[in-house]
């Protein structure tokens, strides 16, 4: 079956360095991409959006770059804040639920003092 | 503007309990979703709705059954608990068209004994 990410890795960064987080996705068809933050205890919030005719997407501390040639998503996030500690999640629309997304298993991002 | 509105927060239920988790929007979205949130595991969609009055099956539908008479309400009901049910349980709702990420709610943490 299709899958997005790998089993949940966990990265640590020290305050105020850069975050990359990773994600592959298997279904070439997908063509919408999102990343998703989660906190403890919440529901997931949107960060940031891509589509696949975007090679790169830029928001505030936040870039996304999709590698349709190898099925590669990532996240950037500059300057990363204590506050930014949470899990990631990637999402794809295989478009085999509507609108519906197909999530990774997450990141966890520890940001370290 | 609440957004998407869970409830309840926390529920145990004992095997073979049949209960309803109640998801309700207030951004006139078209959309809803269920997913389930298990360890290591992301996000897994279980079912959809694009309007009232119509719904489908997502990823992980057996056990669970939704109905959408309005286009604010999604509710998600279990007929009889079993302990591979125990998760968190999450609703979101989403616009159709461009730019649908979905908003989600604060989740549902359901434990079947």
């Known amino acids: 079956g299709e899958s997005v990410g790998l089993h949940l890795p966990t990265l640590s960064v020290q305050e105020g360095d850069n975050s990359i987080i990773n994600c592959a996705y298997s279904?070439?068809?997908?063509?919408?991409f999102i990343w998703y933050k989660q906190e403890s205890g919440k529901g997931p919030q949107f960060i940031i959006d891509?589509?696949?005719?975007?090679d790169k997407r830029q928001g505030q501390r936040v870039t996304v770059l999709l590698n349709k040639t190898v099925k590669h998503l990532s996240l950037q996030i500059a300057a990363t804040q204590p506050g930014d500690s949470a899990v990631y999640f990637c999402?794809?629309?295989?478009?085999?639920?509507?609108?519906?997304?197909?999530f990774g298993p997450g990141t966890r991002l520890s940001v370290l003092p | 503007n609440a957004g998407v509105t869970q409830t309840p927060k926390f529920q145990v239920l004992k095997t073979g309990q049949s209960m309803t988790l109640q998801c309700a929007q207030d951004?006139?979205?078209?959309?809803m979703s269920w997913y389930r949130q298990d360890p290591g595991m992301g996000l897994r969609l279980i079912h959809y709705?694009?309007?009232?009055?119509?719904?489908d099956q997502g990823e992980v539908p057996n056990g669970y059954n939704v109905s959408r008479s309005t286009t604010e309400d999604f509710p998600l009901r279990l007929l009889s608990a079993a302990p591979s049910q125990t998760s968190v349980y999450f609703c979101?709702?989403?616009?159709?068209?461009?730019?649908?990420?979905?908003?989600f709610g604060q989740g549902t943490r359901l434990t079947v004994v």
């Open positions: 999402a794809e629309n295989t478009r085999n639920y509507g609108q519906n997304f197909v």
């Open positions: 891509i589509r696949s005719n975007m």
């Open positions: 979101a709702s989403s616009y159709s068209g461009q730019g649908y990420e979905a908003f």
């Open positions: 709705s694009v309007g009232a009055g119509i719904t």
């Open positions: 279904n070439s068809a997908s063509d919408y």
């Open positions: 951004m006139n979205h078209e959309y």
